[in-house]
């Protein structure tokens, strides 16, 4: 290499980012060669073919002209890693014609190390334009050029890391003081899909049984992604990241088969996905994608990008769980302190009703057994002292649930508890014309708890669905095992046709004295959840209006 390009390249090392560099380093190498166009071609490493990635002379037709290695004279300088100087184009059967004013080309290959990462390209409209000497300056050039683009690609790849780097800064401070679950992870999809420089991302959270994948948040899509239906875990593409724990990446999502929703890529212009798991311990959350708009091979330096989102996601969740877990908690010690003392206030009244009211039935007894009524009478007799005896119950019921009544537990054999419930109801269902079916799941193991209690919590819960189906229906009682919130236990079900609930009366459902039910005292419900807390169980409720009603009752499972 002469003096002269050697001081225009040191000149170049003003020019710190790789578009620049390659302009200058083309618009050098025609200069050293006279040539009149040029192009530099990289080989992308996501699809193998050669991209123009700077020209002179070429039409923007021509720029967007695609070669494989081996194809045409920069193909065959790829493929082989020589150099070619064709004097004539039209004697060449390799030339592939991007420019028909071209009669001379010369194109040499650059190099890092022993991989050909690109070629540079020149050409001429007169045949014969290039020389051996042309051939070995540009040769030349050509190293000098690699090994200034590797310093001007290892110093963006540093601008990269220094963005990515603020941005998780910024994340970490995100979910610091974010304290909106659904804003804060809409956030966080946004952020992911900037630093990502992807199409679109996506944060999906599964389901506590592990099937289904439901979008949690999303940035890049449009209401028809954001619409879509939960994806089964089983049956979809991403679902494997669920069953497998590891990270995913498809190079076209649009001709995978097991991609749920094709049409909707397509409409969304989704091509390549990366797909990593979001995990907290040993706990899995979710899923976070991202899709590229063309394809794109998600390069190691890119996965263990995203899994360091996921990561920062899934703290995101657990933190927002855990303040959810934290402000329950506050307010069931709230309900606590209140049930307390309504506890003892009610013990206080039901004492001082009971006493005045057990002279009231005895005085009245006596009075009726003592005066002549006739029939009117007589009836009104009937309806007051069935009264009195109601308002004892009331008392009773008020002194129980005030109580905090230790269960007295054993083993009980459930498929019994179950068949003695439908013996003590059967005429009352049958009555209302409901149909009762029954099933305890086969090796389900004894329940070690209060046999009285439990089968109080049993009844109320039948004689509520039975009050819910008025017209008649169909009530199921069920006993068996299920997982419950990561745990297993014994379960007992009761789920009826009947008139359902809507959200505010499931909100106010176990609430003490607080009834939508003609003539209850609203305390059955409280009494039951009562008695499953005793046992150290849950409840869920699950409903909706003209749909029925279905209580489980989860029992721990002891050895």
């Not at 300088?77 to 390799?94: F, H, Y």
């Not at 009352?428 to 305890?440: A, H, M, S």
């Not at 009844?459 to 009530?475: F, I, S």
């Not at 009947?498 to 009834?515: H, I, N, S, V, Y």
Request: net charge positive.
């Amino acid at each position: 290499m002469n003096r002269r390009s050697g001081l225009q390249l040191r000149g170049l090392r003003s020019l710190l980012k790789p578009q620049r560099a390659l302009d200058s380093i083309l618009r050098e190498a025609l200069q050293q060669t006279g040539a009149t166009g040029g192009s530099f071609i990289l080989i992308n490493p996501n699809t193998g073919v050669l991209d123009i990635e700077a020209s002179v002379g070429l039409s923007q037709k021509a720029r967007r002209l695609k070669l494989r290695p081996g194809e045409g004279i920069t193909g065959w300088v790829a493929i082989t890693g020589r150099p070619l100087r064709v004097n004539d184009v039209s004697q060449e059967v390799k030339y592939v014609t991007a420019n028909p004013r071209v009669r001379a080309e010369m194109a040499v290959p650059v190099s890092l190390g022993q991989h050909v990462v690109g070629v540079l390209n020149v050409d001429s409209p007169a045949v014969h334009a290039f020389t051996a000497e042309h051939e070995a300056r540009l040769v030349a050039f050509a190293a000098e050029a690699a090994a200034w683009l590797q310093s001007v690609w290892e110093i963006d790849q540093l601008r990269i890391k220094e963005r990515q780097l603020a941005a998780l800064v910024g994340m970490v401070q995100l979910i610091h003081t974010e304290s909106n679950s659904a804003g804060g992870l809409e956030r966080i999809a946004r952020a992911a899909n900037r630093l990502m420089r992807t199409k679109l991302c996506s944060l999906l959270l599964v389901s506590d049984d592990l099937t289904e994948l439901a979008l949690a948040a999303c940035d890049g899509g449009s209401d028809r992604y954001r619409n879509r239906p939960p994806l089964p875990v089983a049956d979809s593409l991403v679902g494997v990241v669920v069953t497998r724990r590891k990270p995913l990446a498809v190079l076209n999502v649009q001709e995978n088969q097991k991609f749920r929703h094709l049409e909707v890529a397509k409409q969304e212009g989704l091509v390549s996905l990366l797909a990593v798991p979001l995990v907290s311990g040993d706990r899995l959350l979710g899923v976070l994608a991202v899709y590229t708009r063309a394809i794109h091979r998600f390069s190691n330096d890119e996965i263990r990008l995203l899994k360091t989102l996921a990561d920062l996601s899934a703290i995101a969740i657990e933190k927002d769980r855990l303040w959810e877990r934290a402000v329950d908690k506050e307010e069931t010690l709230r309900v606590s302190e209140r049930l307390s003392a309504l506890g003892l206030l009610a013990a206080e009244v039901a004492h001082e009703i009971r006493n005045p009211l057990t002279v009231m039935q005895m005085l009245f007894h006596s009075l009726v057994e003592s005066a002549p009524l006739d029939e009117t009478h007589r009836r009104d007799a009937v309806v007051i002292a069935e009264k009195m005896r109601q308002m004892n119950r009331i008392v009773d019921q008020i002194l129980g649930f005030a109580r905090s009544s230790e269960p007295s537990r054993d083993f009980l054999d459930l498929e019994q508890l179950v068949a003695d419930i439908v013996l003590l109801i059967r005429h009352k269902l049958k009555q209302q014309g409901i149909d009762i079916r029954t099933t305890v799941a086969r090796a389900t193991p004894p329940l070690y708890a209060d046999r009285q209690q439990v089968e109080q919590a049993l009844l109320n819960l039948v004689l509520n669905a039975a009050d819910a189906m008025p017209q008649g229906g169909t009530l199921r009682l069920t006993a068996g095992v299920e997982s419950f919130e990561g745990a297993t236990w014994s379960v007992l079900i009761v789920r009826d046709t009947g008139k359902g609930m809507t959200p505010r009366q499931q909100d106010e459902l176990f609430a003490p004295f607080l009834t939508h039910k003609k003539g209850g005292t609203g305390i059955g419900l409280a009494i039951v959840r009562k008695i499953v807390e005793n046992h150290q169980g849950k409840i869920r409720v699950d409903s909706r209006p003209n749909r029925g009603t279905v209580f489980r009752l989860y029992f721990p499972i002891m050895p």
